[in-house]
């Protein structure tokens, strides 16, 4: 079975940091696009990052620029996001996302991750 599976998330002060990674279990996705994505609660889901297959390649939410860095590991396999300068209302779970294409992705992925909790208190 195909997973994604996500880690690092957890409680931080506004004004820290975390890095989440995701890592698959089950099939490569070096040849994949890869991006994050968050829900709030009460919120829809809504696109946070995206990098492409190469990894040469990155496109962030507006809210986020500046601030969230999206990148790929050594292997190519695995994705991290550093998130600096936290602010509450980047609380969310945070799910990370593959599609086989070589491009930015932000929309219509095909594989999901189960998510992982960060919350951010003022």
């Known amino acids: 079975q195909v997973q994604l599976v996500e880690s690092g998330g957890g409680l931080v002060q506004a004004g820290g940091s975390l890095r989440l990674s995701c890592a698959p279990s089950?099939?490569?996705?070096?040849?994949?696009?890869m991006g994050w994505f968050r829900q709030a609660p009460g919120k829809e889901r809504e696109f946070v990052a995206a990098?492409?297959?190469?990894?040469?390649?990155?496109t962030y939410a507006a809210s986020v620029k500046g601030r969230f860095t999206i990148s790929r590991g050594n292997a190519k396999n695995t994705i991290y996001l550093q998130m600096n300068s936290l602010k509450p209302e980047d609380t969310a779970v945070y799910y990370c996302?593959?599609?086989?294409?070589?491009?930015?992705?932000?929309?219509?992925?095909?594989?999901w991750g189960q998510g992982t909790r960060v919350s951010v208190s003022s």
């Open positions: 996302a593959a599609k086989p294409r070589s491009v930015v992705v932000t929309d219509n992925y095909d594989y």
């Open positions: 990098i492409s297959k190469s990894g040469d390649d990155t």
């Open positions: 089950g099939r490569t996705f070096s040849n994949y696009a």
